[in-house]
């Protein structure tokens, strides 16, 4: 989501069907438990950076049909998909709109709650879209963000074609405007927006079962080789296409290790004020 006022960011991952897979994984439970506690029937909830609305769809549900959620992002083909998500799920009550993080058209004080999953790292200023976030906040209304946190991701046996994999993936980030280490940033960032009340926490994604391994590995192996990061890399001069094939080949090595296991760290702020 971008704006001419603003520094352009590209969106490291793209939207290829390996990065939806993993997108569509994510729910209420495993991607935004910090923020369940603060929902109630009835709230007005914007999910913006919605993807493709799992996320979305669950925080419908959780505010119930008293309140609405609008999502959104800036890819119409995402923003599409969230749609049909919701509507295989029978739910009414959630507008879908494709729109500006920097530029919202919506009313000041308009929302209870702002979501905001994985969003902040790609944006080349963070702080002023959560100043916009914040003006669209109601009094009392509370932003939740959560972001990775990349280099303070850990995993076993300590491959270096993952090793390369890290490295390739915070400087093709960086190459696109963006901060791959945003978790660690996102008290930071609320606070320079104006937030007075910043409440930081963390938690995390675990891959060390077969299965886990499996999914885990095999999307970021197509990742490297097939989407916007492969093509980052190769513009960029990051990386040539025979690198790019062998760190895949590492990640589809650390899929069969028996005891491989991949944590990921998220750092997620409730805001106010």
């Keep these: 989501m971008t704006n001419p006022q603003h520094p352009q960011a590209v969106y490291t991952h793209g939207h290829t069907a390996a990065v939806l897979r993993s997108h569509r994984s994510r729910t209420a439970a495993n991607s935004a438990g910090y923020l369940l506690p603060e929902l109630t029937p009835g709230q007005r909830v914007l999910d913006i950076g919605c993807g493709p609305g799992t996320i979305t769809a669950d925080l419908a549900e959780l505010v119930g049909p008293a309140g609405a959620v609008v999502a959104v992002d800036s ?6 998909q969230a749609e049909q998500h919701a509507a295989d799920r029978g739910l009414t009550g959630i507008e ?17 709650v702002v979501h905001a999953h994985q969003l902040l790292q790609h944006l080349a200023d963070p702080v002023a879209a959560l100043r916009e976030l914040r003006r669209v906040l ?5 932003l939740a963000a959560r972001d990775a946190d990349y280099q303070a991701m850990t995993w076993y046996p300590e491959l270096p074609e ?3 994999w890290l ?10 405007g963006g901060e791959p280490d945003a978790g660690r940033r996102l ?3 609320a606070r320079a927006a104006g937030f007075t009340e910043v409440t930081a926490s963390s938690s995390s994604w675990t891959f060390a079962t077969p299965g886990e391994r499996l999914w885990w590995g095999e999307s970021w192996a197509d990742r490297t080789t097939s989407s916007g990061l492969a093509g980052t890399a ?12 062998a760190i895949a080949q590492g990640w589809r090595r650390w899929t ?7 944590a990921v760290l998220h750092g997620e702020v409730l805001a106010r004020g």
């Design 167 to 176: 490295a390739l993936y915070r400087g093709c980030a960086r190459a696109n």
């Design 256 to 262: 069969v290790e028996p005891d491989g296991w991949f």
């Design 187 to 189: 008290a930071a960032w």
């Design 234 to 245: 190769l513009a960029a001069g990051l990386a040539t296409e025979a690198q790019l094939a």
């Design 96 to 112: 879908f709109a494709v729109g500006d993080v920097y530029a919202l058209p919506y009313a000041t004080g308009e929302f209870d």
């Design 75 to 80: 890819s119409p083909e995402v923003v599409a």
């Design 138 to 142: 109601a009094p009392g209304g509370v």
């Design 162 to 164: 993952l090793t390369d």
